[in-house]
């Protein structure tokens, strides 16, 4: 029976009823128990013990069942909704915490060589290489077993041009305790070298050795080494760079005055520290000589010039290469090298006396290390997807057995935030999984028997409960995706390789003090939640529901596991109306309803009251679920792969009240719409007036019923005959919209401006700096002047709607509508035109935006 009809009838359905021999609780309570009948040996007592004797018995049942409180009455409302949710958001299962690897040393030594390669990185290498550096390579010397299948990954450089890193085991080894610190020292200064920080001179990277005592993480520790062509440690090599990182200023000029015959080094002028130069030996040329330019008669004028330094003449002049460019962040996909051209580097010369040997003056080391961030980059996320899979397998083995069979790229996307600034993220993929999400919980709470007999608006509020970002954190926690999750950006501030961390350090840059700075930052609420949505999504769309239904259940998202067959509540025998079962079999595209009953409940007006069947709403609530995923994962598969903020305005112009309106209205639907409504004859028959005339989709106001009843039929569809026939009839009725967008998507999306909801596309454009809002026209003037709105022709008197689009007092536009919903789209529409044809006002209004909140 209805519960929200406005009746007398309705209103004791809230309270309990007696009768001569029974007791009817209130409808909140679940239906199996709500009948409370009187034994058979108390039917001659007096009424006022019988009534006394079916309280008892009503108090026991429900006692029996936990539908008791504290006071041993029956629950309340309030009190009922609080008990479903403790049965709705079951237990989460328990994960078995990751077992301690401690490391003691002597430790075994997996070694992984970097192997780079390149037409110019190639050359460039032989042309410093001497006979001791040829064929060296830098290693991964980890503490663990690597995965067989390493990938191999390609960086586009500016002036190396494409560069192939390849990471291939090459033996194991024992490691002692003071070989392990001379790695990590070695590791330590090529970053705080590649790095370049310009952070405070006492911090520098220095290797945490407390992991080796307590590995919990999904990387286990390593660290960079070097190995000779044989694919041995270059020992020698790694001392002899930790010796000459550590050398004094004096030092280190001192190099510079006897090194220009030696192999070539790394070098840095002392009018300029910052910069450096790959130095390969004199030049020929005296500080005397012509310069190259006719602006200065020597290198000494110009540097007495331009410096303000005075050079010997008799000075030598070194041939030098600026050094290559460190990138500090990812670098592009390497098929967008083919749109820029490799730039070389052009040599130059340098007085030798001014010259200082930088700390790391091997040059070939550094070669290998100019993509070395990246490489491990994305090597460390390679890792971390790997051991989440592993995770997988011994807690959630029906999720593990999906993702094993998947790219790991594709599982990477599902566990990279937005904040690691990359081009594949979870975005698009929790976009789709919050919808999988919703039809989820909208089975579950069907099948339930507590919630089975439920209003619609209980069934709302436990939806939204079941998958709030709350719960779904919680979820997250539980299952320990938490060490996982992808958050940190490639760049010096925020990310840095796996075992190092900012230490305050003395002169010789070893630590004296604690880190100021963790490794590992919590994920925030929101990305927990979209995590364990972008999973469902991608199980989802490799594997389809019915395993998404298995995963769900797994993992404590979802209580229930079977279908929704036959999954409707009993009324009195309502036989349709046979032109109603052929229009709604041809409006959803369902060629037969098992159970036809569900028609007469989907056009049911709640105005009915006394119409033994319920109203549309409860088949409204499922429709809108069934017709969100079908709407999302039709603009998920498409090929032109839009981001999320156009896919949110493709999917509001599918399923908003105004795109189904117009499609159930086109169709007839609303001369099978059972109400007792008075207004709505008129209102539909001004909207099919509004619609004869052109006024378009978004400049009319179609009644909500139309769209309620058309999502009320989806749902029975879903309903009658399960998840695959829901969906298809989902795309069924909005067929006419896809069609349409499906052809101008292949175009241009600016093509669809005019078919786009008007309010999201306008958000879309500005990033949500822009304001709507609707007034009665009688109250505007105290907002604006009156004479400055547009009136398409619409002759409101003073009944009319406002429509004001702003940006903080900035008024845009402004538009005189007959209706609030037709003020608010045109006003956006309006709006929408002016910054399409004047784009620079976009960053016009994001400077008055930002501005107003300084």
Known sequence: EPNCRTSREATTLHMPIYSANKLILPSHLPPDVREVSLPVIFIGEPKKKKHSLLALASCVRLHKLGLLNDRLLPLSSSDMKSWLLHKALIELPSCEPQAQKIFEFPCILYLYSICQSGDRFHDEEMGLCNEESRGMQLAICSLSLLPKLLPVYSFPHKQLGLIQCRISFCRVGVISRAQWQELTRFHCILFNSRWRQRRKKTKRLCFDDGLLGNHRNAVAPYTIGCLKSTGVIDWELIRKTISDYSRSTTAREEAAVIGSSVSPRIWSPSYSAGVSYVVHGLSGKKCNDSFPSEEYESFQEYYATKYNINISSNG???????????????????????????????????????????????????????????????????????????????????????????????????????????????????????????ILHTDALLKWEY?????????????????????????????????????????????????????????????????????????????????????????????????????????????????????????????????????????????????????????????????????????????????????????????????????????????????????????????????????????????????????????????????????????????????HVGQKAALHVIAPITETLSHLLTTDFSNLTGLLHPKQHLYEMTGGIISVKVYKEDAFPQFGDKSSLWNFGNHCGDSGYVGTVTCKNLILGTVLETSRLAAMNVACEFAVQILKENPSIISQLQNIHSTSDE
């Open 451 to 723: 919630t089975s007999y439920l209003h619609e608006g209980y069934l709302s509020m436990l939806r939204s409960i079941m998958g709030s970002n709350e719960r779904l954190n919680n979820i997250a926690k539980a299952a320990g995706f938490d060490r996982f999750i992808l958050l940190k950006p490639l760049n010096r501030r925020e990310w840095y390789p796996f075992g190092l961390q900012y230490c305050e350090v003395d002169e010789n840059e070893l630590p004296i003090g604690t880190n100021d700075e963790i490794q590992c930052v919590e994920p925030s609420t929101k990305v927990r939640a979209d995590v364990i949505e972008a999973v469902i999504g991608l199980v989802f769309i490799e594997f389809g529901y019915e395993q998404c239904i298995k995963v769900a259940c797994e993992m404590g998202l979802s209580f229930y596991s079977g279908n929704v067959d036959n999954v409707s509540r009993r009324w009195s025998d309502v036989t349709p109306d046979q032109n109603l079962v052929l229009f709604a079999s041809d409006f959803v595209g369902v060629s037969n309803f098992l159970n036809s009953h569900l028609l007469v409940e989907a056009t049911t007006h709640h105005s009915c009251l006394h119409k033994p069947v319920p109203s549309y709403q409860r088949l409204e609530w499922v429709g809108d679920a069934v017709l969100c995923l079908a709407a999302r994962e039709w603009l998920f598969r498409r090929d032109e792969k839009l981001s999320v903020p156009k896919l949110v305005v493709l999917e509001a112009t599918l399923v908003c009240n105004c795109s189904l309106a117009w499609l159930g209205h086109t169709k007839g639907l609303h001369r099978y719409i059972d109400h007792r409504n008075v207004s709505y004859p008129g209102r539909f028959q001004s909207y099919q007036l509004d619609l004869e005339i052109g006024r378009g989709l978004w400049t009319t106001d179609p009644p909500k019923v139309i769209a309620d009843v058309t999502e009320a039929l989806i749902g029975a569809a879903h309903v009658d005959s399960g998840f």
């Open 316 to 438: 030598n002049m070194v041939l030098a290469k600026r050094v290559w460019d460190f990138p500090q962040t990812s670098s592009r996909r390497a098929d967008e090298l083919a749109d820029d051209c490799v730039r070389d580097i052009s040599p130059v010369e340098l007085p030798q006396e001014i010259c200082f040997e930088n700390k790391m003056a091997n040059p070939v080391i550094m070669l290998h290390s100019v993509m070395l961030p990246q490489l491990l980059y994305q090597l460390e996320h390679y890792l971390t997807v790997t051991s989440f899979i592993e995770h997988c397998s011994y807690n959630f083995p029906i999720l593990e057995n999906c993702l094993s069979e998947l790219a790991v790229d594709s599982v990477m996307e599902t566990l990279t935030a937005k904040s690691c600034c990359l081009d594949s993220n979870y975005d698009r993929l929790e976009w789709l999984g919050d919808a999988v999400l919703k």
